[in-house]
């Protein structure tokens, strides 16, 4: 690491004017590391290299004390580290990215300052927008093709996280209560107008939500087959009608009991000689022109 006179030449491509070593403060912080996070992330090696680029010149801030207000450091240099002897979760040699921030001192900033060098704010929270999100256990691009495996969860011994790759935009870093990251404290927010992963999950809701609809009217009909199956009765009709407010649990119930029901009145008939293979009679198939495809349920 440069020595302080070599940081603030550094830090001084980066102001308006020349400060010198008693204008600025100036502190070092671990942005982010390749170990697996909170939230089951991590970042590929290409990341942190990204992320190394494009945070210098990034601005900080420190919103989560009122006392501060909009006060904000700058970063002006990072490096990546490695730590030979400690490895990731997933076997890697641990590496983080390194940043040297910079702040202007001012009398409002002093307490900033000190609680800084006393440890008290040393956790820190970035903001990026990733291309890829790659599952651990199938290799998916999450962003683009949304798999069905969870992170957390272990498949055929294989841990499922994702891996961050492929740094689009970097948007701010801020000194938080609760990081994600365990070691330095990275929460990944796309933000922005469009986020790629909370649109993903979307499309594969609806499509998901789209196929119940389908599945649920399919069973709403066997349904309304099995309650006339015994014929065109009120009794029939009425528990045929029903079946408009069911949803697909009640419905599974519903034909489950209705199955045993007309298997136990069936049960005697085929103990009769001569009757196996009688075809029952053809109203009991019918269906009410009231109860078919009509029924309300497509979803627009
Ligand atoms: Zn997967």
Redesign the pocket.
């Known amino acids: 690491m440069p020595d302080q006179n070599e940081l603030l030449t550094l830090l001084n491509r980066f102001t308006k004017r020349e400060h010198s070593l008693d204008e600025v403060y100036l502190f070092d912080l671990i942005l982010c590391d390749n170990e697996i996070d909170r939230d089951g992330d991590c970042f590929s090696a290409a990341a942190l290299e990204q992320l190394r680029d494009r945070f210098v010149g990034v601005t900080g801030i420190f919103d989560h004390n009122p006392r501060c207000g909009n006060q904000t450091a700058r970063i002006f240099r990072t490096e990546l580290c490695s730590d030979p002897g400690r490895k990731t979760k997933t076997g890697q040699v641990y590496r983080f990215l390194r940043a040297n921030a910079y702040m202007v001192r001012t009398e409002s900033n002093a307490d900033l300052i000190r609680e800084i060098d006393a440890g008290i704010k040393k956790e820190v929270s970035i903001s990026c927008a990733v291309g890829k999100q790659i599952?651990s256990?199938?290799?998916?691009n999450k962003l683009r093709k949304p798999?069905?495996?969870i992170k957390g969860r272990i498949y055929s011994g294989t841990r499922?996280y994702h891996t961050l790759d492929d740094i689009t935009d970097v948007y701010e870093w801020s000194f938080v209560a609760v990081p994600a990251q365990k070691a330095a404290g990275v929460t990944k927010t796309c933000g922005g107008a469009c986020d790629p992963e909370k649109e993903a999950m979307q499309s594969a809701l609806d499509a998901a939500g789209q196929l119940l609809d389908r599945l649920t009217e399919e069973l709403r009909r066997d349904v309304v087959r099995l309650c006339y199956r015994g014929g065109e009765n009120a009794c029939a009709k009425a528990l045929a009608d029903s079946t408009v407010h069911m949803d697909a649990d009640a419905l599974l119930a519903l034909r489950d009991s209705l199955r045993v029901g007309l298997a136990a009145a069936n049960a005697p008939a085929q103990l009769m000689p001569g009757q196996a293979g009688q075809k029952p009679p053809v109203q009991a198939f019918r269906l009410a022109p009231a109860h078919r495809s009509e029924v309300p349920y497509a979803k627009s």
């Open positions: 599952c256990v199938c290799g998916a798999c069905s495996h499922c």
